[in-house]
């Protein structure tokens, strides 16, 4: 597979603080790759560098065969790289519709932003017309994230960084968005990276996994062997400290009876 | 919304509608202007002049529906200059930091730190006192407190998430100060708007009651409580009515701002 994202001897200081320092990690075209780590492994970090909210004081950035570390970005670069913002609360901008809400990163890149395009995008996340005029404040936590996902989506992006997007949200709702994902990726090639403290959630949704340690990159291999054989003592910590990760509960999730159709009947 | 919220409401709805109308509400319009009869100066309420007459024998009820069109317009201008300031300034320092923002942070500090009524008079006091310039230095004096509040939102509001994925889509700092930003902030401003309208007709009245404001024949409730303060006690009506008229304002305008908040669901801050 082609390398999409390539990412060397990455470095984030604020001030005295490291929060990320000399990380190389490549994604490939169409790829899963999960970042996990406790809260303060700089996971969070490395993905606001990925989308280019904040810029690296080390290291590259590659996208393709463009440098993005250390300039501005260009439209097709915005583009190509999408974000999911963590909290379901604040995702969407309150005080807009669900669907202006999508139609944002097309007004900005001048696409298309019609109605039939709100719900073809809307429809991509299994989400019916109507909810395209609901407000934010009217939406489950699950609906939000999946909105979110739309919006990502809006400008046909080749890499999508999410972040911790089902932390809030119940097993449930969490099985039926991970689900979502996959069939996306699947479906439209793109890759994503996977920000996540949840180990559990890795198996189900990453291709590999990438260990972050106080912002080093302890560990990074296939998801299988990661999780059956780790090689870092502090993998094996975090594996540890997993409550279930046993075959039988790991077969319940994703086989829940028909859960699309209870959300729909009382959606 | 609550019922003093309600109240609030009624009381400055009636009050726009009385400015709106005075030339129709008012038993003697004329009195709105330069007129004198001296035979009829300090009469007390009475059925012709139901809260009496002034010195030059003006009906104080056509007068006051008349100050409260004063008293709006210098609310109405204050707030149109130094909201959009006071946005403006609070949004580019709170979003965007840096240097611009520690300019701005410190040029309010400096307005904030005299109180906004003597730098009102300051201001007057360079220039000839009149409505015009009592709005403009009230305004002056007015717009660091936008700043300060649309800041502290802004610094709240610029790291959740739906700010985030809009930097992440490619909109620009105006787009995603006034689209994005603004829109989750009008809670807290519209609450203020409404709680300062009160305040700044209160403060417009102070400067015309020191003569700093509207000037004579013009009604204004600032002048009319000066014109009968040395005539107290014997000759009451011209103060009692016309303070009476601004704590019915100042009283509206709060109970509103009140309401306001409590709609948003807005927290004390304001």
């Given at each position: 597979?082609?390398?999409?994202?390539?990412?060397r001897d990455l470095g984030k200081r604020y001030g005295r603080v490291v929060a990320l320092d000399g990380i190389s990690l490549g994604i490939a075209e169409g790829e899963s790759l999960a970042v996990v780590g406790q809260s303060g492994s700089g996971k969070t970090t490395l993905g606001r560098l990925v989308v280019g909210l904040e810029r690296p004081t080390a290291g590259s950035i590659r996208y393709r065969d463009g440098e993005l570390a250390h300039r501005s970005r260009t439209r097709a670069?915005?583009?190509?790289?999408?974000?999911?913002?963590?909290?379901?609360?604040?995702?969407?901008?309150?005080?807009?519709?669900?669907?202006?809400?999508?139609?944002?990163?097309?007004?900005?890149?001048?696409?298309?932003?019609?109605?039939?395009?709100?719900?073809?995008?809307?429809?991509?996340?299994?989400?019916?017309?109507?909810?395209?005029?609901?407000?934010?404040?009217?939406?489950?936590?699950?609906?939000?994230?999946?909105?979110?996902?739309?919006?990502?989506?809006?400008?046909?992006?080749?890499?999508?960084?999410?972040?911790?997007?089902?932390?809030?949200?119940?097993?449930?709702?969490?099985?039926?968005?991970?689900?979502?994902?996959?069939?996306?990726?699947?479906?439209?090639?793109?890759?994503?990276?996977?920000?996540?403290?949840?180990?559990?959630?890795?198996?189900?949704?990453?291709?590999?996994?990438?260990?972050?340690?106080?912002?080093?990159?302890?560990?990074?291999?296939?998801?299988?062997?990661?999780?059956?054989?780790?090689?870092?003592?502090?993998?094996?910590?975090?594996?540890?400290?997993?409550?279930?990760?046993?075959?039988?509960?790991?077969?319940?999730?994703?086989?829940?009876?028909?859960?699309?159709?209870?959300?729909?009947?009382?959606? | 919304?609550?019922?003093?919220?309600?109240?609030?409401?009624?009381?400055?709805?009636?009050?726009?509608?009385?400015?709106?109308?005075?030339?129709?509400?008012?038993?003697?319009?004329?009195?709105?202007?330069?007129?004198?009869?001296?035979?009829?100066?300090?009469?007390?309420?009475?059925?012709?002049?139901?809260?009496?007459?002034?010195?030059?024998?003006?009906?104080?009820?056509?007068?006051?529906?008349?100050?409260?069109?004063?008293?709006?317009?210098?609310?109405?201008?204050?707030?149109?200059?130094?909201?959009?300031?006071?946005?403006?300034?609070?949004?580019?320092?709170?979003?965007?930091?840096?240097?611009?923002?520690?300019?701005?942070?410190?040029?309010?500090?400096?307005?904030?730190?005299?109180?906004?009524?003597?730098?009102?008079?300051?201001?007057?006091?360079?220039?000839?006192?009149?409505?015009?310039?009592?709005?403009?230095?009230?305004?002056?004096?007015?717009?660091?407190?936008?700043?300060?509040?649309?800041?502290?939102?802004?610094?709240?509001?610029?790291?959740?998430?739906?700010?985030?994925?809009?930097?992440?889509?490619?909109?620009?700092?105006?787009?995603?100060?006034?689209?994005?930003?603004?829109?989750?902030?009008?809670?807290?401003?519209?609450?203020?708007?409404?709680?300062?309208?009160?305040?700044?007709?209160?403060?417009?009245?102070?400067?015309?009651?020191?003569?700093?404001?509207?000037?004579?024949?013009?009604?204004?409730?600032?002048?009319?409580?000066?014109?009968?303060?040395?005539?107290?006690?014997?000759?009451?009506?011209?103060?009692?009515?016309?303070?009476?008229?601004?704590?019915?304002?100042?009283?509206?305008?709060?109970?509103?701002?009140?309401?306001?908040?409590?709609?948003?669901?807005?927290?004390?801050?304001?």
């Amino acid at each position: 597979m082609a390398e999409l994202l390539a990412v060397r001897d990455l470095g984030k200081r604020y001030g005295r603080v490291v929060a990320l320092d000399g990380i190389s990690l490549g994604i490939a075209e169409g790829e899963s790759l999960a970042v996990v780590g406790q809260s303060g492994s700089g996971k969070t970090t490395l993905g606001r560098l990925v989308v280019g909210l904040e810029r690296p004081t080390a290291g590259s950035i590659r996208y393709r065969d463009g440098e993005l570390a250390h300039r501005s970005r260009t439209r097709a670069e915005r583009k190509a790289i999408q974000l999911v913002p963590q909290d379901p609360l604040s995702t969407l901008n309150p005080s807009r519709t669900a669907g202006a809400n999508v139609a944002l990163p097309l007004v900005v890149h001048g696409l298309p932003r019609g109605r039939a395009r709100l719900v073809e995008l809307f429809d991509k996340v299994d989400l019916a017309e109507r909810f395209v005029d609901r407000f934010p404040s009217e939406l489950s936590g699950g609906q939000r994230q999946r909105v979110a996902i739309a919006r990502a989506l809006a400008t046909g992006p080749r890499l999508i960084v999410l972040d911790e997007p089902t932390s809030a949200l119940d097993v449930l709702v969490q099985a039926r968005v991970v689900r979502l994902l996959e069939r996306l990726r699947q479906d439209l090639g793109i890759a994503y990276l996977f920000i996540t403290h949840d180990l559990a959630l890795v198996n189900s949704v990453a291709n590999r996994v990438a260990v972050l340690y106080r912002g080093r990159l302890v560990e990074l291999g296939p998801t299988d062997s990661v999780l059956r054989k780790p090689q870092h003592p502090y993998t094996r910590r975090l594996l540890s400290n997993v409550a279930v990760v046993d075959e039988a509960e790991e077969r319940l999730k994703p086989a829940r009876p028909d859960d699309e159709a209870v959300d729909q009947e009382f959606a | 919304m609550t019922r003093s919220g309600f109240l609030g409401a009624v009381i400055v709805g009636g009050l726009v509608l009385v400015a709106i109308l005075a030339p129709w509400l008012a038993p003697y319009p004329s009195h709105a202007g330069a007129f004198v009869d001296v035979d009829l100066a300090y009469h007390p309420p009475n059925a012709d002049h139901l809260l009496g007459t002034d010195g030059v024998g003006r009906d104080l009820l056509s007068r006051l529906l008349f100050a409260y069109r004063t008293s709006f317009l210098l609310a109405c201008v204050v707030l149109l200059l130094a909201v959009p300031i006071g946005v403006t300034t609070g949004l580019a320092a709170g979003y965007l930091g840096g240097w611009l923002e520690t300019v701005i942070l410190r040029t309010t500090d400096i307005f904030l730190a005299v109180p906004s009524l003597v730098l009102a008079m300051a201001i007057l006091g360079l220039f000839d006192p009149s409505l015009t310039m009592a709005m403009v230095a009230v305004s002056f004096a007015w717009w660091p407190w936008y700043t300060r509040l649309v800041y502290n939102v802004t610094r709240s509001i610029r790291t959740e998430g739906y700010v985030e994925a809009a930097e992440t889509a490619g909109a620009g700092p105006l787009r995603t100060m006034f689209g994005e930003i603004l829109p989750n902030a009008r809670g807290p401003i519209l609450t203020k708007m409404t709680l300062d309208a009160g305040f700044v007709i209160l403060m417009g009245a102070g400067l015309s009651f020191l003569g700093l404001g509207a000037e004579p024949p013009t009604p204004d409730l600032g002048t009319m409580v000066a014109a009968g303060t040395p005539l107290l006690p014997d000759v009451w009506w011209p103060t009692v009515f016309s303070s009476l008229g601004i704590v019915i304002a100042v009283l509206g305008f709060n109970l509103l701002g009140d309401g306001i908040r409590d709609l948003f669901g807005a927290d004390e801050s304001c």
